[in-house]
């Protein structure tokens, strides 16, 4: 059973800095592909970030560009969000989501509030 246990959330106040951690258990990690999501109150989920496995290659979604970085640290299965110069409009609910072939696994989410 994969798990997929998101950190790092709270309350910053625009323009601070947050930094997201997703810890994967019970598979192989460096096989996953991995993404973050985020879900605003009355919105969709949308995508953020993606990073493979080689940690190369990692692509944002453009509200996000220049300002959140995604990483992985394979030795310790986790994947990071670092968020900086934060927007109210960042405000949500940030999932981690693990894919692989035909595999795919989120997280229970962490929530990010920015104030103004």
């Known amino acids: 059973q994969v798990q997929l246990v998101e950190s790092g959330g709270g309350l910053v106040q625009a323009g601070g800095s947050l930094r997201l951690s997703c810890t994967v258990s019970?598979?192989?990690?460096?096989?996953?592909?991995m993404d973050w999501f985020r879900q605003a109150p009355g919105k969709e989920r949308e995508f953020v970030a993606t990073?493979?496995?080689?940690?190369?290659?990692?692509n944002y979604a453009n509200s996000v560009k220049g300002r959140f970085t995604i990483s992985r640290d394979n030795a310790k299965n986790t994947v990071y969000l670092q968020m900086n110069s934060l927007k109210p409009e960042d405000t949500a609910v940030y999932y981690c989501?693990?894919?692989?072939?035909?595999?795919?696994?989120w997280g229970q989410g962490t929530q990010v509030t920015v104030s103004s």
């Open positions: 990073i493979p496995w080689t940690g190369s290659s990692t």
């Open positions: 989501y693990a894919r692989f072939r035909d595999s795919n696994y």
């Open positions: 019970g598979r192989t990690f460096n096989n996953y592909i």
